[in-house]
């Protein structure tokens, strides 16, 4: 089914607080969408039921950071009267779209799911796995289909979800009629924009391995984070050849530097890729570099940690805003189930045709 509108659907796990990875990742792009007026609808969800399927004997984690992603949502620019921001398990229409299309899946395809595979491989669930963790790709089909969304903006890693959901769709039309809206996948510009390392040059940031820079640190503690930096560990003296490859300041560098950057703090480069010939001959410190890159951090997050300090002041109004924004949500997921149900034939109590061709047939027999 075609939707004349475009609307966008995306969010995060309330997990942790999010950091500069789920910024440049998502965050940045969510806001660019948001205001260049091309989506009719936007709606952003604070994934607890997904949280809760591996964090299920830890409720107050995912409670407690709630608010956190809400707060790091609006300081990065998010604006509640352009887009939607939502809690997820406050909308049972998303359980039940969940429950009808688990029937359109088969526990051998969801095992095939790339995605799912290395989340399991991950945290080592192997055949321990929650059936609800194992069941989520069932569930971000429900997510993105009950707001009719046209378009899902993901990083590569996650590109099997969204096949997975255009398959329920397929599916659940072909059987049903055409009901529900198959989305599209928007993936990030920008390479260095796919997924940063840690700052201890490790594939991901973790909080548990204490290598994120957050959102909510404070100047201080950004600073520190970047001067420690995992660069090159060949690079011993400044006069030494350094190396680009699995080197997290210049992975930094390429996602969030740009030539204004250079005019501004480092005059002496024309651009990244001469920053990058002088480091890989040798003569290039790393302290040097590390300090441009905390000036654009810096410069990056100042406003950020501004509009935060605001909502920081009115935590009942930040409450309000998701929970005005999960209402208006529901109505829409509302509407989508009254559809499928209608498809599925199972509204039974909404069918006047029904009632009255069944009506007519006892009269008959009578």
């Given at each position: 089914m075609e939707n004349k509108q475009k609307i966008i659907l995306t969010g995060d796990r309330p997990t942790g607080r999010l950091h500069i990875g789920h910024y440049i990742g998502s965050l940045k792009r969510r806001v660019e969408l948001q205001n260049s007026g091309e989506f009719d609808k936007i709606f952003i969800m604070i994934a607890d039921a997904q949280a809760l399927t591996d964090n299920f004997d830890n409720p107050e984690k995912v409670r407690q950071n709630i608010i956190e992603v809400a707060l790091d949502y609006l300081s990065a620019g998010l604006d509640p009267s352009k887009v939607n921001i939502f809690i997820q398990s406050q909308i049972s229409e998303l359980t039940e779209l969940t429950f009808f299309y688990s029937n359109l899946v088969t526990v051998s395809r969801l095992q095939r799911n790339p995605t799912v595979k290395s989340e399991i491989q991950m945290r080592n669930f192997e055949t321990s796995i929650p059936v609800g963790f194992f069941t989520y790709p069932i569930s971000q089909a429900a997510d993105i289909t009950a707001f009719k969304a046209t378009t899902v903006p993901v990083g590569e890693d996650q590109l099997p979800m969204i096949e997975q959901c255009k398959e329920i769709v397929h599916k659940f039309n072909s059987i049903y009629g055409e009901t529900l809206v198959t989305p599209e996948a928007l993936v990030p510009k920008n390479e260095a924009q796919g997924r940063l390392p840690g700052t201890d040059g490790k594939q991901k940031m973790s909080k548990s391995l204490g290598n994120c820079i957050y959102l909510s640190d404070d100047e201080k503690t950004v600073?520190?984070?970047?001067?420690?930096?995992?660069?090159?560990?060949?690079?011993?003296?400044v006069s030494d050849p350094g190396h680009l490859e699995g080197n997290a300041v210049f992975t930094y560098l390429d996602a969030f530097s740009d030539k204004r950057h250079f005019e501004e703090y480092l005059p002496e480069y024309q651009d990244l890729q001469e920053l990058k010939d002088h480091y890989t001959r040798g003569g290039l410190g790393d302290v040097k570099v590390k300090k441009f890159l905390?000036?654009?951090?810096?410069?990056?997050?100042?406003?950020?940690?501004?509009?935060?300090?605001?909502?920081?002041?009115?935590?009942?109004?930040?409450?309000?805003?998701?929970?005005?924004?999960?209402?208006?949500?529901?109505?829409?997921?509302?509407q989508t189930m009254a559809d499928v149900k209608a498809a599925m034939k199972i509204n039974y109590f909404d069918d006047a045709e029904l009632i009255k061709a069944q009506s007519e047939k006892y009269q008959r027999a009578e």
């Open positions: 600073k520190t984070k970047i001067m420690s930096m995992y660069t090159d560990p060949l690079h011993l003296q905390n000036n654009i951090m810096q410069e990056e997050l100042a406003p950020i940690r501004e509009r935060r300090a605001s909502y920081e002041k009115d935590i009942p109004a930040v409450y309000d805003i998701l929970k005005k924004g999960t209402e208006a949500a529901r109505e829409v997921a509302a």
